[in-house]
């Protein structure tokens, strides 16, 4: 299965090789861009089914997500398991949620992202969530970067678990190859 779905993102342009700045500050020699993916609605379909298939059992009564690329993978894994689907932009501190979304306390929420790298972002929405008196039950991603490291202290999911390095600016031996950066 994980290579059948590494063998698709790679099909679609989603996993790129290079040299690349992450949106947490480090560099990486690969960079998966999950908008090639995103823009295929009958893709984005069956991979969101599998984090809605995991967690269905647990009985979810909200998708919960972060801007940008998560506001689709969390609207579509809400539609499959017939839910209300919000997102939480970023604020000053962390993430809020704004646009009249409204989280009921001890409501049964799932938190879905696109790829995971270091876990801000998800960490970010999961005390969002917190703060709303809502009662977090998983964290689903479509691309796990850290091969299963990261640990949120709840039932955690992912389409695709890779190891893909990624490295401190100063210690990347990309930058000391002098192979051009591409921001991403």
């Known amino acids: 299965m994980a290579s059948d779905i590494e063998g698709l993102l790679r099909q679609v342009g989603a996993i790129l090789d290079g040299h690349f700045l992450l949106t947490s500050g480090r560099h990486s020699p690969l960079y998966v861009e999950k908008f090639r993916l995103l823009e295929q609605p009958r893709h984005t379909e069956s991979l969101c089914r599998l984090i809605a298939d995991h967690f269905r059992p647990q009985g979810v009564q909200l998708v919960a997500a972060p801007t940008t690329g998560g506001i689709i993978l969390g609207y579509e894994v809400a539609r499959q398991l017939g839910v209300r689907g919000i997102f ?97």
């Open 88 to 184: 939480a932009e970023k604020a000053q501190e962390g993430r809020r949620f704004g646009r009249g979304f409204r989280v009921a306390p001890g409501e049964r929420t799932l938190i879905v992202d696109d790829v995971l790298t270091t876990g801000g972002s998800i960490r970010d929405v999961l005390k969002a969530v917190r703060a709303e008196g809502a009662e977090p039950i998983g964290v689903g991603v479509l691309v796990d970067r850290t091969a299963g490291r990261a640990d949120f202290g709840l039932p955690f999911f992912a389409c695709l678990a890779l190891e893909l390095p990624s490295y401190d600016p100063a210690e990347c031996p990309l930058c000391a190859k002098q192979i051009a950066l591409t921001v991403t």
